[in-house]
């Protein structure tokens, strides 16, 4: 694969319309492998971070079969609002079946996305703002078209 999993859910999530690219002005953009912070950073962001995968046994042709560990993080001004949203993510994440991710020249197959665990708080973040944050795990089922 050309594209890590982390980078692969985020843009299916960006192609929801759940998730902003963060190159473009409007609210809760999705970055990956770590959420910007300084005084230009949002208040409201996600970051898509690839974790550990689990192996699966192999399909008939004798390739591994895989399920990549990706873990979202939001951030929120918030409470309600940040909950709401992993929720929100959680339930389109919930819906994949044998979605399609185009990203330049690669076509990738999600087949399944299964949350790993619920929506875990985990209080506010450290610093002045004072932003709340919140957590996800999912196993994600891709294939390379």
Wanted: aromatic content about 8%.
């Amino acid at each position: 694969m050309n594209h890590s999993p982390a980078y692969i859910l985020a843009n299916y999530l960006i192609g929801e319309g759940l998730l902003q690219d963060p190159s473009e002005s409007g609210g809760w953009p999705v970055y990956v492998g770590q959420l910007p912070d300084g005084p230009e950073a949002p208040d409201d962001a996600a970051v898509s971070i690839d974790t550990t995968p689990v192996k699966d046994g192999r399909v008939m042709g004798g390739a591994a079969l895989f399920h990549y560990g990706v873990q979202l993080l939001l951030r929120s001004e918030g409470y309600n609002e940040g909950y709401a949203k992993a929720v929100d993510v959680a339930g389109a994440l919930d819906g994949v079946d044998d979605d399609l991710v185009v990203l330049g020249a690669n076509t990738y197959k999600l087949v399944n996305v299964s949350q790993a665990t619920g929506v875990v708080a985990l209080g506010q973040e450290k610093g002045t703002k004072r932003r709340w944050m919140f957590s996800m795990n999912f196993l994600a089922t891709l294939q390379e078209e």
